[in-house]
């Protein structure tokens, strides 16, 4: 018993969007244009806090998470064709408690406006479309298949910036961080003092997951620092980092 999810879908869009967010595509869709708008950091969070807690845990874990569909613009077409923020997109859907559905098209980075033009035919040539989006759907849905935190835990939210956002997945076998920086510049986030969200060594090491570049961006990978007996996250300008510990 759950809802197809556009409410997070939404919001996954508004933030990885941005100021790349197609208006004249949004205001031409009845539930686009109530629902869908730019979001900084801190009201991602604040909208993906709110959303986490609206259900019980095992309703949030059945959710139907989508940012396209059959009855709406392509997801490309929405971000105005900005591949590096469908990336964005693409890694928040697939690290989130649900069940992520992938509408036909949209890794090979298919583009298409309101209906029926968002149901162009799947292209017959198997090796047509973006094949650097190819590779990043497969790797996120790798990880997700290979770390059942993704499925199991549940999401608190660790810091934001201007444009950034870094929020915690906990189960009773681990932890991943996943942290999305949307905005043009890079952000220092503090995920909080040694010992508490990140553990002690002695429990796990975290490890930084690799995940394939799109349009150039992700690259230059995330840091990780210790300093001050506090843990900071060095994240460049549109990508992301996720990092996960086994306990």
Same mark, same amino acid.
């Given at each position: 018993?759950?809802? @197809?999810? +556009?409410?997070?879908?939404?919001?996954?869009?508004?933030? %990885?969007?941005?100021?790349?967010? /197609?208006?004249?595509? $949004?205001?031409?869709?009845?539930? #686009?244009?109530?629902?869908?708008? =730019?979001? /900084?950091?801190?009201?991602?969070?604040? !909208?993906?806090?709110?959303?986490?807690?609206? #259900?019980?845990?095992? $309703?949030?874990? &059945?959710?139907?998470?989508?940012?396209? &569909?059959?009855?709406?613009?392509? *997801?490309?077409?929405?971000?105005?064709?900005? !591949?590096?923020?469908?990336?964005?997109?693409?890694?928040?859907?697939?690290?989130?408690?649900?069940?992520?559905?992938? #509408? +036909?098209?949209?890794?090979?980075? @298919?583009?298409?406006?309101?209906?029926?033009?968002?149901?162009?035919? +799947?292209?017959?040539? =198997?090796?047509?479309?973006?094949?650097?989006?190819?590779?990043?759907?497969?790797? *996120?849905?790798?990880?997700?298949?290979?770390? %059942?935190?993704? !499925?199991?835990?549940?999401?608190?939210?660790?810091?934001?910036?201007?444009?950034? $956002? %870094? +929020?915690?997945?906990?189960? &009773?076998?681990?932890?991943?961080?996943? *942290?999305?920086?949307?905005?043009?510049?890079?952000?220092?986030?503090?995920?909080?003092?040694?010992?508490?969200?990140?553990?002690? =060594?002695?429990?796990?090491?975290?490890?930084?997951?690799?995940?394939?570049?799109?349009?150039?961006?992700?690259?230059? =990978?995330?840091?990780?620092?210790?300093?001050?007996?506090?843990?900071?996250?060095?994240?460049?300008?549109? /990508? %992301? *980092?996720?990092?996960?510990?086994?306990?």
């Amino acid at each position: 018993d759950a809802l @197809m999810n +556009y409410p997070l879908g939404t919001a996954i869009l508004g933030f %990885a969007g941005g100021a790349s967010l /197609d208006r004249s595509v $949004v205001a031409r869709h009845e539930t #686009y244009r109530q629902m869908l708008s =730019p979001l /900084d950091g801190p009201a991602f969070a604040g !909208r993906l806090a709110h959303l986490m807690a609206a #259900y019980d845990p095992a $309703v949030v874990r &059945s959710q139907l998470n989508l940012i396209g &569909s059959h009855d709406a613009p392509r *997801a490309l077409t929405v971000l105005g064709g900005d !591949r590096a923020a469908l990336r964005l997109a693409t890694i928040l859907q697939m690290t989130l408690p649900g069940a992520p559905c992938i #509408y +036909y098209g949209d890794e090979l980075g @298919m583009e298409g406006d309101l209906e029926p033009d968002c149901r162009r035919a +799947y292209p017959v040539d =198997p090796d047509a479309g973006d094949r650097e989006m190819r590779r990043l759907f497969r790797a *996120a849905i790798a990880i997700r298949r290979e770390h %059942a935190v993704f !499925r199991d835990g549940s999401v608190r939210v660790l810091a934001t910036g201007h444009g950034a $956002v %870094a +929020y915690a997945i906990e189960a &009773s076998d681990g932890l991943a961080i996943v *942290a999305v920086n949307a905005g043009a510049r890079p952000e220092r986030l503090d995920l909080g003092p040694v010992g508490s969200t990140l553990s002690e =060594p002695a429990e796990g090491q975290l490890r930084m997951v690799m995940l394939p570049s799109v349009a150039g961006v992700g690259e230059s =990978p995330a840091r990780l620092d210790r300093e001050d007996e506090r843990w900071w996250l060095e994240l460049p300008a549109r /990508d %992301a *980092a996720v990092l996960i510990r086994h306990r």
